[in-house]
């Protein structure tokens, strides 16, 4: 009788925890597996280049979005990223989407200007700014779609996060490099500078005279003041299609009239060979003295500027005391010598010595 009860205490709690778990067959031990399938299936997506995804500020927070037709075409061209999912890699894409909705993996969101601005006779493709849709399902018309989880970085992101550190302490002790060191790391600077203006000054060359000519807008590199973007996108050369609108002739014209007139006023006000040449020694000068500084140079500078024999502090602390008088102490004459005997005290003739003096001398005069 006993081992019946228990058995039934058995079924009983076995029922309990089945209806807890919301009635499903499934051990929860399986529904933890396929929330993690899940989750690396959205990592896995989220890491894949081909799905297009821009930032934007929602609610106060800068977030990671993508349209739902880039969803649903991405999986469409991509089939094999679906090998992740195991026995639900034969969803379609919308309910792929609605599972990770479920999930809280992804939010949809929404616009949050829906008003065309002036000027403009379509919304913007990408939205800066986003709001939660009050209605949470999956849809591939005109629909954002959040990530919700922490992007997990690589090791070597983390390793790189250590070093910056180091590269802080190093730029503070940038004075104290052998100079050879100092050329290198100016030069260095000075050149992947120069190349950086330069990108952007022929990018924006050519997106000028293309768009004031023939009325396309066309950005080489256009990547490369992305805040988001990885080594290959950094460096990728082709300009995509252009989907906006062509603009008026009137605002080409104004525009080009406009460069003429800066070019122009640019030339007339540009320095002649003299002034050029004098910023160049000017910014030479500031360069050398920077790159030729050094505390052993500093302290050399100093001694050869003081005569043989004086010390240095000695010559700045009477420096120091002396500088609010105009007083100069004449040196000794070379050619005197003065014999000074400290023991002996001065003798005091009175008018009466001399007198007697003179007076034994004539007395000696005569008798002789």
Known sequence: MKKAGADKKKVRRSSAGSL???????????????????????????????????????????????????????????????????????????????????????????????????????????????????????????????????????????LLSFSWPVLTLAICLFPVYPHTAKLVVLYSCAGILLLILSILMLRATIFGALWIFLGKRVWIFPNILAEEATLSELFRFWPKKDEEDPPKWTSRLFYAVTSVVVILILRHHAPDEAARARYQRRVSNIIDDVLEWSPKLAISGIMKQQPEGVNVTDFQNESTSDSGSNFEVPPPPSSVDVDVDVGEEPVEETVEDIEDDKGQSQQHHGGV
Do not use: M
């Not at 930032?55 to 990671?64: C, F, G, N, P, S």
């Not at 008003?115 to 493709?125: A, F, N, Q």
């Open 20 to 158: 807890q778990s919301g009635g499903s067959d499934t051990p929860p031990r399986k529904q933890d597996v396929e929330k993690d399938v899940y989750l690396l299936f959205a990592e896995k997506v989220r890491d894949h280049k081909e799905l297009e995804s821009r930032w934007a500020v929602l609610q106060e927070t800068r977030v990671e979005y993508f349209r739902g037709k880039d969803f649903v075409r991405f999986l469409k061209n991509h089939p094999e990223v679906r090998d992740i999912l195991g026995s639900d890699s034969n969803l379609e894409a919308e309910d792929i989407a609605d599972v990770l909705l479920k999930k809280n993996l992804i939010v949809r969101c929404d616009r949050v200007v829906k008003t065309l601005r002036p000027g403009k006779k379509k919304l913007s493709t990408w939205p800066a700014h986003l709001e939660i849709f009050p209605v949470q399902t999956f849809s591939d018309n005109d629909a954002f779609f959040v990530w919700t989880f922490i992007k997990r970085h690589p090791l070597w992101q983390t």
